[in-house]
């Protein structure tokens, strides 16, 4: 991620070391007003090219995009801004964590690609909430959600350490319990539990997943699986279209609570309790996972309940109640370590 796709250059800001400094530098940059976009040169001196040979053809060409996948580009960029703000915008606050609706913007691609600006998603959200009052709510929102990736982004130029080590430093001895056979369980979404085994067969099918989605594995990967933050977030940069690499380090730090401004570890999600919460019906889990399609919504995020085993699904390969507790000995047992100088936060080296 450059600078130029953020809003807050972090070239010209001190280190923000917690989302609620972002935040305010945030919504001051948009009280000011966003620059409209500068209008290209008519004309740019080429220097001569030397003629060249056709290249070889190698091998079978490019792959074909995945079927019903979006057209990239600007023009197709602006149409899917438009359609999120005519038709999803006013709800969005209220619809963002409905996993198997469709209440996001669906932009993160084209703004991780640069196929859409950051400033011209911004305008274009304050220009119709301006226009619609009812769109404000929803607006404030979205625009929140961009200045997490401001705070990721100016993270990483502030923290180049990030990408192999953790901000707080009582939690770089972590003691990493995990397997091999968890994580691969984990990868291929066969790990027991419904809504986590969904989406990770979505990440693999469709190369991109729910926010929410991504906050229930991450979870689920460090707080139950007891597995190094550093597999995951290995694994997102080789799956995802939109896998910034700041938002995604961002995003795994701040999951596995040893970021800046990181969620407090004891802060633990139940993968049960957020499947019923956020797919109530089972309809997304139902989607990805055949197996459980004829379940009925009472177990169908939590299949171990159901009178007759569904046929073809795994057992929980752990138990979330007894690895909860685990991992808060784990993690306390970091931080009532005594500090040392070896133990202080990352100091800012801008990268």
């Known amino acids: 991620m450059s600078a130029e796709q953020l809003l807050l250059d ?22 000011e007003g966003i620059p409209g976009p500068t209008r290209p040169p008519t004309f740019l001196p080429v220097a001569a090219l030397p003629s060249t040979e056709p290249l070889p053809a190698q091998g079978r060409g490019p792959s074909p995009a995945p079927e019903g996948s979006s057209p990239p580009g600007e023009q197709a960029a602006g149409r899917r801004l438009a359609a999120f703000i005519s038709s999803r915008l006013e709800r969005y606050a209220a619809t963002r964590d409905d996993i198997a609706g469709d209440g996001t913007s669906n932009l993160s691609t084209d703004l ?10 911004i305008r274009a959200a304050l ?21 997490w990736r401001d705070f990721f982004g100016g993270a990483l130029w502030h923290f180049a350490k990030l990408t192999t080590q953790e901000h707080r430093a009582e939690f770089r001895h972590l003691e990493w319990r995990g397997s ?33 989605c991504r906050m229930i594995v991450a979870s ?16 997102f940069a080789r799956e995802l279209l939109d896998a910034d ?40 889990v139902r989607r990805w996972l055949p197996e459980l399609r004829y379940l009925p919504d009472r177990y169908v995020h939590r299949p171990w309940d159901a009178p007759s085993p569904p046929r073809g699904y795994p057992r929980r390969i752990v138990d979330h109640a007894a690895e909860r507790l685990v991992a808060l000995e784990l ?17 800012a080296t801008p990268g």
Not at 128 to 147: C, F, S, T
Not at 333 to 344: G, I, L, N, P, T
């Open 10 to 31: 972090p070239l010209h800001l001190p280190p923000l070391r917690t989302f609620s400094a972002c935040r305010r530098r945030f919504q001051s940059a948009l009280a």
């Open 127 to 147: 220009e119709a909430a301006r226009d619609a009052p009812e769109l404000v709510g929803g607006a404030d929102r979205w625009l929140e959600q961009l200045a």
């Open 112 to 121: 991780h690609f640069g196929s859409l600006s950051v400033r011209t998603a």
């Open 180 to 212: 091999e056979y968890a994580l691969e369980a984990w990868r291929q979404g066969a790990t027991g539990y419904p809504i986590v085994d969904a989406a990770m067969r979505q990440l693999r099918a469709d190369h991109l997943i729910h926010n929410r």
């Open 220 to 235: 689920f990967l460090v707080k139950d699986l007891h597995l190094d933050w550093r597999h995951g977030e290995a694994h």
């Open 331 to 347: 993690y306390r047992a970091c931080s009532s370590q005594r500090s040392d100088s070896s133990s202080r936060p990352l100091e």
């Open 245 to 284: 690499l700041a938002n995604n380090n961002g995003g795994w730090q701040w999951m596995a609570g040893t970021g800046l401004d990181a969620q407090p570890y004891f802060r633990i999600l139940n993968p049960t309790v957020q499947g019923e919460r956020y797919d109530p019906n089972g309809a997304y």
